[in-house]
């Protein structure tokens, strides 16, 4: 080897010792810099014409484990998911509060129990009712806060959407430039490893947000799809997400999905934050929200029903409905319902001032029901009429109305059976508007998998247009999904008369979260009468998801609490007004006078099977008094009755009781000739409703001890029955389970990713310690080119002397 051989090793040793302490130099500077990973400078022999003449830098690289990176990216999806899903359970838990939380809607119910409950006992008292209205109040509003605040929840959601999807797209398009840059420096045979790591750091935030996997070109770039490789994200130039923000959420609602160049990626989605908060909204809040509806819907039924078997005392002067009928409107209806004019101390105004009515009336509508009432004897003391969409009965020349259900039943149009005055909401509590011009479905997974129902048939009618009684009759069969039951109903629309257009604007499917609805919405109340179960398997309901968020004490009652029922109308104690001379001979004027000697029949009935007690023109009083103690099934429910001497007008007198003050009645197939028992010895009752009665406050109370409340499967939980209470605590202990488990899932994924990185950094992340012992290293050899070129300096110096 010459000299000058020597020099130019020593020279090239020097460059390569140079640039790898550069090297080392930036690893030191950028130890704590997040994402830089060790860069590497490979070293090779300079070889000329096959003779070594030196070194040279090789390429530089990272020590980067790949295989580790993948599975971190994989981790910080699930981790971001997580992150989500801890976030919004926190503010859940924090909006419900815990069961031992006095602002819990659990809570609040057992103060509402407890206000009534001080009621039962004194409902005399003025402090009670108005405890009772304002507790009320504070449950109504918890409700409507609880669906407010579950509806912007998912209104920050969709903005949070809205942030990640342009997060998303600004990172795809800062990778699509980086990988340009890495080409370009390949081509250019510089090294391309700052670029990698800025990638990488961009691909781990995309992770984050969405589910990401890679593919590595030869050219250096990289090309990203979604996870599984379904959609591609980014292959030399970016696609675009997209994302339409929803102006405002209404339970009952649903939200955009996420497309990525006009195709819809919803479903692809797996892990990351847009994932979660598409879970959040679609999916936990939706179903929170039922759970919510359900409990309101259930404490709303369970005090109205009790409430509408009362009476105030003193009985109100009018009574208005909360349901928006038409006269038009049919119903199919049965039992036997008491109504009453009385005064102000609870006394009949007249001896004649009630009635039973009798149900179904001819014809059976609201506007038949209307004219049987004012046909009454009733209807001289009072009038019912429509004002307004709903039914109103007032008493005439300030006769008090009251009103006793007895065994009447009214089908809503969604299958429940309601007593007269809870169907019409005529004595409500909880204040509601009840309609069924608009029908909602529960919420379904799919709209087209199959139901798997009974093969049958369901009519669908109305009190006018094309549903008009009959109605339209549906057909459905076993294998017909939520979208073969719509597009059945518009057939059958058609059929009818009704237009296309009309059809589908009446019958048709809307998104609830990630579930489906059918929503029937017509020009009139409807009923549906369903001969299988289709109705019942997808949950058809006059309840409208919004239900939670509109309740309120009923107006009249906060405006006068005296309107809290506190006893019930008469219907437990009977007795004659005629009395007879001697009570073991045959009653006057009694019975069928004239040929075929046929027996007359005084039926009584109840919540049992009618007893029918048959009477002639030879029967005496005690013989229908021993009839009546006869009958096992008046015993088993402590009917009794007893003829008594009344000493005032010196005779006997029938008396009917029920023991237990369970409503029961009579009906008599004599009337209304003149020789029937109740005519000739004046049967009925002899009062309205006593001051000191609490009957009706009493089960009002007990309303919350109830444990037999059917509730429905709603938002995961299952169909169970309990109590109000108890229902409440479980959405709140589920809520707090969630809120458990999603923090801990967070904390675990979090845990994961922070493991993995470390790992990644252990591999290849900068060592301190490496890095000065690589720094003396090349010091060394630094010194070692720099003392050869001085030796070779020398040398040449010798040589020039020489010369």
Excluded: C
Excluded at 642 to 663: F, H, M, N, R, W
Aim: no cysteine.
């Amino acid at each position: 080897m010459s000299l000058t051989q020597a020099l130019n090793s020593a020279i090239s040793g020097l460059n390569t010792a140079q640039a790898r302490i550069s090297i080392t130099s930036s690893n030191i500077s950028n130890v704590n810099t997040p994402g830089y990973s060790k860069k590497i400078a490979g070293q090779e022999t300079l070889i000329l014409d096959g003779v070594g003449v030196g070194s040279q830098i090789g390429d530089i690289y990272r020590n980067v484990n790949e295989g580790l990176v993948r599975e971190m990216r994989g981790e910080l999806g699930k981790a971001g998911r997580e992150e989500v899903r801890f976030e919004f359970f926190q503010r859940i838990q924090t909006l419900f509060g815990t069961p031992q939380s006095d602002a819990a809607i659990s809570q609040r119910i057992s103060d509402m129990a407890d206000a009534f409950e001080q009621l039962g006992n004194t409902p005399e008292q003025n402090s009670p009712k108005v405890e009772v209205i304002e507790s009320a109040i504070q449950v109504m509003d918890s409700f409507e806060n609880l669906s407010r605040q579950i509806q912007d929840m998912r209104d920050d959601i969709d903005k949070n959407i809205a942030d990640e999807v342009e997060r998303a797209n600004a990172l795809l398009n800062e990778i699509a430039e980086l990988n340009t840059d890495v080409v370009r420096q390949r081509n250019l045979d510089q090294p391309t490893t700052e670029l990698e790591d800025q990638r990488d750091q961009k691909i781990n935030e995309l992770s984050k947000i969405m589910n990401v996997t890679t593919y590595n070109r030869g050219d250096g770039s990289m090309v990203l799809f979604t996870a599984g490789g379904n959609r591609t994200l980014l292959d030399r130039t970016p696609a675009t997400l997209a994302f339409s923000p929803t102006a405002g959420f209404e339970p009952g609602t649903g939200g955009s999905g996420i497309t990525l160049d006009g195709e819809d990626i919803t479903d692809i989605m797996q892990t990351g934050t847009i994932k979660g908060l598409l879970e959040m909204r679609d999916q936990e809040l939706p179903r929170l929200n039922d759970q919510i509806n359900e409990l309101a819907g259930e404490l709303r039924d369970a005090i109205n029903e009790e409430h509408n078997k009362g009476t105030a005392f003193p009985p109100p002067t009018n009574l208005s409905g909360n349901r928006m009928v038409a006269g038009s409107d049919p119903l199919t209806a049965s039992g036997t319902f008491r109504i009453a004019a009385l005064t102000a101390n609870g006394e009949l105004s007249a001896d004649d001032s009630w009635a039973d009515i009798t149900l179904p009336t001819v014809p059976a509508t609201v506007q038949g029901l209307i004219d049987e009432i004012n046909a009454s004897d009733a209807g001289g003391y009072l009038t019912a009429s429509l004002v307004d969409g709903q039914m109103v009965i007032e008493g005439i020349d300030g006769s008090r109305i009251s009103i006793n259900e007895m065994t009447s039943a009214i089908t809503t149009s969604d299958g429940r059976e309601q007593g007269f005055s809870h169907y019409f909401g005529l004595n409500d509590f909880v204040a509601t508007t009840k309609r069924s011009d608009t029908m909602t479905s529960s919420p379904l997974d799919s709209a087209t998998e199959a139901l798997n129902v009974t093969a049958n048939s369901m009519v669908i009618s109305a009190g006018s247009g094309v549903l008009t009684t009959p109605g339209i009759t549906v057909n459905y069969a076993a294998t017909d999904s939520l979208t073969d039951v719509r597009d059945a109903i518009r057939t059958a629309l058609e059929g009818a008369g009704m237009t296309a257009e009309d059809a589908a604007e009446m019958a048709y499917i809307v998104d609830d979260g990630d579930r489906s609805r059918l929503v029937l919405s017509y020009t009139a109340n409807m009923t549906i009468t369903d001969n299988g179960d289709m109705a019942e398997t997808i949950g058809m309901t006059e309840d409208m998801p919004t239900l939670a968020g509109n309740m309120d004490v009923d107006s009249a009652i906060k405006n006068d609490p005296a309107r809290i029922v506190r006893g019930q109308m008469n219907a437990d104690v009977y007795e004659t007004a005629n009395a007879v001379v001697d009570s073991s001979a045959a009653i006057p004027n009694l019975g069928p006078l004239v040929p075929p000697p046929l027996n007359y029949t005084l039926t009584v009935s109840g919540p049992f099977s009618d007893v029918d007690i048959d009477y002639d023109s030879g029967s005496s009083l005690d013989d229908i008094a021993n009839a009546i103690n006869n009958s096992a099934i008046l015993s088993d429910n402590n009917i009794t009755a007893e003829v008594i001497y009344d000493s005032s007008i010196g005779g006997y007198k029938l008396q009917v009781t029920d023991a237990d003050g369970d409503p029961f009645f009579f009906q008599d197939s004599g009337l209304p000739a003149a020789d029937s028992l109740t005519s000739v010895l004046g049967l009925g009752i002899n009062y309205g409703v006593h001051e000191g009665d609490n009957s009706a406050a009493l089960a009002l109370s007990n309303t919350f001890e109830r444990t037999d409340i059917n509730f429905e499967s709603a938002g995961g939980l299952s169909a169970e029955r309990t109590s109000l209470t108890d229902f409440a605590a479980g959405i709140i202990a589920t809520s707090a389970t969630k809120a458990s488990v999603a923090a801990s899932n967070y904390e675990f994924q979090s845990s994961l990713v922070e493991d993995l990185d470390t790992r990644i950094q252990n591999e290849a992340g900068v060592n301190l310690d490496e890095e000065m012992s690589d720094l003396i290293i090349f010091q060394r050899a630094y010194s070692a080119s720099a003392r050869v070129i001085s030796t070779v300096d020398e040398l040449f110096d010798t040589l020039l002397n020489a010369v």
